[in-house]
C-alpha cells in the first residue's frame, strides 16, 4: 500500500485570501484534517477555513492538555505537552501508513512559534512531511500600521512577552525594529520594559492583524487588557536612499 503524507499547511494571519494557492488546493481536497485546540474550544486555525472543507472531510481536532492551567516552568507542563504529542503523532502515523494524506491546519507559519513544530520534529524520519509556508501575523501587524518594520542595515528582533521584564527592556533597548508576540497577559510587564528602554512612544499594538476585528493603536494609548491575537511593534528608521 502506498504510504501517505503529512501536510503542515500555514494558514496566514486569518484572511482566507491571505492564504498560498497551494495551501487552497490541500485544504480543499484532502480528507484528513487535522487541527491544534483548547478543549471546549473550536479552534482559531479550524475557524479559519470555514466553509472551505468538504462535506466527506474527517476532522481530527488535537485538544492540548493544558494551556495556561499550570506555570511553563512546573515539570509536569512539558511532561504533559509531550505525551500529548506523542499521541497526535501516534495517530497521524497510522493514518498514513494507511495510505491516507492529511493536512495539519497551522495558524501564521507552521515553522514559526507554532505547536506543529513539535508533530514534524517527531514525524519527519518516520512518515513523508511536507510543510507549507505561509505569511506570519507579525507580518500582517506592521503590513496594518502602513509603514515599513526595516529599512537598510536595520536589525530587528522578535521577542516574547513571557520572558523577564528586565530581558526584554534590554531587547528593546538595543534593537531598531522590535515585534513582541505573546501580550495578552503580560500586557502590565510589556509595558513597564518598554518604559525602562524609553521607547514607549515609538510602539504600536496591533489586535487582530488581518482579520475583522484589527486595531491599530498607539501603544501609549492601549488600555489595560490585550486580547491573544496581539502584536506590539516598533519600526525601524535605518538606512534609505
Not at 497521524?92 to 507552521?110: I, K, R
Request: aromatic content about 8%; hydrophobic content about 40%.
Amino acid at each position: 500500500m502506498t504510504t501517505g503524507k503529512i501536510y503542515g499547511v500555514g494558514l496566514g494571519p486569518g484572511a482566507q485570501d491571505l492564504m498560498s494557492v497551494r495551501a487552497n488546493n490541500l485544504i480543499r481536497r484532502v480528507r484528513h484534517i487535522a487541527y491544534f485546540r483548547k478543549k471546549g474550544r473550536k479552534g482559531h486555525a479550524r475557524s479559519i477555513v470555514e466553509g472551505m472543507l468538504a462535506d466527506s472531510v474527517i476532522e481530527l481536532p488535537m485538544e492540548y492538555p493544558v494551556t495556561t492551567e499550570i506555570p511553563v516552568s512546573d515539570p509536569r507542563y512539558n511532561a504533559l505537552l509531550s505525551d500529548f504529542y506523542q499521541s497526535c503523532v501516534d495517530h497521524l502515523t497510522e493514518l498514513t501508513q494507511a495510505g491516507e494524506d492529511v493536512v495539519v491546519l497551522c495558524e501564521g507559519d507552521p515553522f514559526f512559534y507554532g505547536s506543529f513544530m513539535h508533530l514534524y520534529t517527531r514525524l519527519k524520519d518516520q512518515v513523508p512531511v511536507s510543510v507549507v509556508p505561509g505569511i506570519t501575523g507579525m507580518s500582517a501587524a506592521w503590513t496594518a500600521t502602513g509603514q515599513p518594520i526595516t529599512w537598510g542595515d536595520d536589525v530587528m528582533t522578535v521577542a516574547m512577552g513571557t520572558l523577564p521584564e528586565a530581558d526584554l527592556a534590554q531587547r528593546m533597548a538595543e534593537t531598531d525594529a522590535l515585534v513582541v508576540m505573546k501580550i495578552g497577559r503580560n500586557l502590565a510587564k510589556v509595558r513597564r520594559a518598554l518604559d525602562l528602554a524609553g521607547r514607549t512612544d515609538e510602539a504600536w499594538l496591533i489586535e487582530y492583524a488581518a482579520m475583522a476585528e484589527e486595531r491599530v493603536t498607539p501603544f501609549r494609548e492601549a488600555g489595560d487588557i490585550a486580547p491573544y491575537f496581539s502584536i506590539l511593534l516598533i519600526h525601524g528608521n535605518g538606512r534609505r536612499p
